[in-house]
């Protein structure tokens, strides 16, 4: 579970990370990020977006449980670590494909695009 503060919830934040972020996408979700100078609050928050092509409402659900897990594993992690003055925020798009994905590729494809869309973010 992600702790509130780590959360995206306003569909302003989610429009400017869609909008001005880094899109680094694989065959089971999309990630966008945006690198915040000096943040303010947490270093890192995240949110997900699982759209009606997944799947029914208990396999969005689903899906998203089985990411938030992901991401909050991965983000404790220290190969995730940020630098220390930046913060990122990034929305996760599950494609139809991550609902019916195994854990340990569902894992290795978001932990590639976080690292890929952080890179290119970082590169701006």
């Given at each position: 579970?992600?702790?509130?503060?780590?959360?995206?919830?306003?569909?302003?934040?989610?429009?400017?990370?869609?909008?001005?972020?880094?899109?680094?996408?694989?065959?089971?979700?999309?990630?966008?990020?945006?690198?915040?100078?000096?943040?303010?609050?947490?270093?890192?928050?995240?949110?997900?977006?699982?759209?009606?092509?997944?799947?029914?409402?208990?396999?969005?659900?689903?899906?998203?449980?089985?990411?938030?897990?992901?991401?909050?594993?991965?983000?404790?992690?220290?190969?995730?670590?940020?630098?220390?003055?930046?913060?990122?925020?990034?929305?996760?798009?599950?494609?139809?494909?991550?609902?019916?994905?195994?854990?340990?590729k569902?894992?290795a494809?978001?932990?590639?695009?976080l690292?890929?869309?952080?890179?290119?973010?970082?590169?701006?």
């Amino acid at each position: 579970m992600l702790p509130a503060p780590h959360r995206l919830t306003s569909p302003e934040d989610f429009s400017a990370v869609m909008r001005r972020g880094s899109r680094a996408g694989s065959s089971t979700v999309v990630v966008s990020a945006q690198i915040q100078k000096k943040p303010t609050g947490p270093r890192w928050r995240c949110g997900f977006i699982v759209s009606k092509a997944v799947g029914n409402a208990v396999v969005r659900h689903r899906t998203t449980r089985r990411l938030r897990h992901i991401v909050a594993e991965l983000m404790r992690s220290p190969q995730m670590a940020l630098p220390d003055d930046l913060g990122v925020d990034f929305a996760i798009r599950a494609l139809a494909d991550a609902a019916v994905t195994e854990h340990g590729k569902l894992r290795a494809d978001v932990e590639s695009s976080l690292r890929r869309a952080l890179t290119k973010a970082q590169q701006q």
